[in-house]
């Protein structure tokens, strides 16, 4: 079991992807336990404000210190916890960074937004920034639900037995071969030969070949390891 403890001014945003599909299962089946925080019942300001301006000037806000560290702090309690912060300048998400954070207990995932946290914030409560890829969203909370969407289908048992094989079995670096289901001709446009061939071996060879070919083509960078 891994709990997630996520922080956020946009409560609301998870509910629905968190209550379908694998996740919803996984939370059934307690392999997770999911809780979203509004960071503004932290907030001591009168007005429940968490954010104001930079100093030494400059465009947007900041998030103010005093919310994260009480929230961090009590969410915590007596439990050790890694506390990730969703940043555009984090550390990107990877497979491999997922399969290492899939290995925690207890996961604090702090939402960014406006132009970014107090730096006091990074220094005294974060262990690690994450980045989910290098284009520009409006805060951390798609990021957040992509880490925990990443680490829950690793966790033993949320996936069915087929769909943990065929992890298994997916070749490392390499992007999906093609696939195809009924029919086997539609409007003409026909399903590959070897696939209707019955020949294991040569529809092991050809999805290989097929999948060492898209690599090539949209992610040459991959082959390079
Ligand atoms: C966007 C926060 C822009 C801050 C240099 C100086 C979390 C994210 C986010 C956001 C800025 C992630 C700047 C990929 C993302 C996130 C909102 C301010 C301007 N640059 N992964 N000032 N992309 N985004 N940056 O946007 O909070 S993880």
Not at 157 to 186: I, M, N, W
Request: proline share 6%; aromatic share 6%; with cysteine.
């Amino acid at each position: 079991m891994i709990r997630f403890d996520i922080i956020t001014i946009f409560p609301a945003v998870f509910e629905p992807v968190f209550n379908e599909s694998i996740i919803k299962r996984a939370k059934e089946k307690k392999k997770v336990q999911i809780r979203v925080h509004d960071l503004r019942t932290y907030s001591r300001d009168k007005h429940k404000k968490v954010d104001d301006r930079p100093f030494g000037g400059g465009p947007g806000m900041v998030m103010t210190p005093q919310p994260l560290f009480d929230a961090v702090k009590r969410i915590k309690g007596r439990r050790k916890a890694k506390v990730l912060l969703m940043c555009p300048g984090g550390t990107p998400l990877t497979q491999k960074k997922a399969r290492s954070l899939a290995q925690e207990r207890n996961l604090i995932l702090i939402c960014g937004h406006y132009e970014g946290v107090d730096e006091r914030v990074r220094q005294a409560v974060v262990d690690e920034s994450l980045s989910v890829g290098d284009y520009v969203l409006t805060g951390g909370e798609v990021p957040a639900m992509t880490v925990v969407d990443a680490v829950t289908r690793l966790i033993p048992g949320v996936l069915g037995k087929e769909a943990s094989l065929e992890d298994e079995s997916f070749e490392k670096g390499l992007l999906e071969y093609p696939h195809y289901t009924r029919p086997a001709d539609f409007r003409g446009m026909k399903v590959p030969e070897v696939l209707l061939s019955g020949h294991h071996a040569d529809i092991t060879r050809w999805r290989h070949e097929q999948a060492v070919k898209r690599t090539k083509k949209i992610r040459p960078e991959l082959l390079k390891g």
